[in-house]
């Protein structure tokens, strides 16, 4: 996004093509944040229109206190699937790392789809063996794709704290997928 800021002063002020603007930049992100842990791809959908409906509501409460606006969206996105993690408690789920892939690009080459949606199913089971915080940390830097900063300011952790929990995130799942393949 050109000028973050602006977008947001014209959303605060109620202009409805600035808070389209930041629905379609943080629409997909917010999405993958939420996918990883909803029970399926409709509560995702719903929960992120949650998200999205909450921002609209809220965004003249927003103010730039060295605080960026994705780490004040993305803290709204964390208590909406906290709030729906609560609701669905006592219900059994089904985790996002046990649903079918569905390639974004996909193509016509069923050999392909199956070798992706195997490698994807690997990288699931082996994200669900890490830590809590370790999967928070995967889940907003590389689905979220939000910077180590923002994750620090998410988390309430030091940008120090991120890189190591990221670090450590990243040499269990190594661990994990090359002990899988031996």
Partial sequence: MQDEQNVVHRARQGDPEAL???????????????????????EAEDITQEIFMKIVTSIHSFSWRGIPFSAWLFRI??????????????????????????????????????ELEFDVEQLRAA???????????????????LSIAEVARLMDKSQGAVKALQHSAMLNLHRILTKKEK
């Fill in 20 to 42: 389209t603007e930041l629905y379609d930049y943080y629409f997909d992100k917010v999405y993958r944040y939420v996918s990883i842990r909803a029970k399926d791809k409709i």
């Fill in 77 to 114: 996105a964390h208590n909406k699937v906290i709030d729906s993690m609560r609701k669905k408690s006592k219900q059994p789920t089904v985790s996002f790392f046990e649903l079918p892939v569905v390639p974004v690009n996909c193509t016509d080459n069923p050999h392909s789809l199956v």
């Fill in 127 to 145: 994200i669900k063996q890490l830590t809590s915080a370790q999967q928070e940390v995967i889940s907003l830097r590389f689905f979220a794709e």
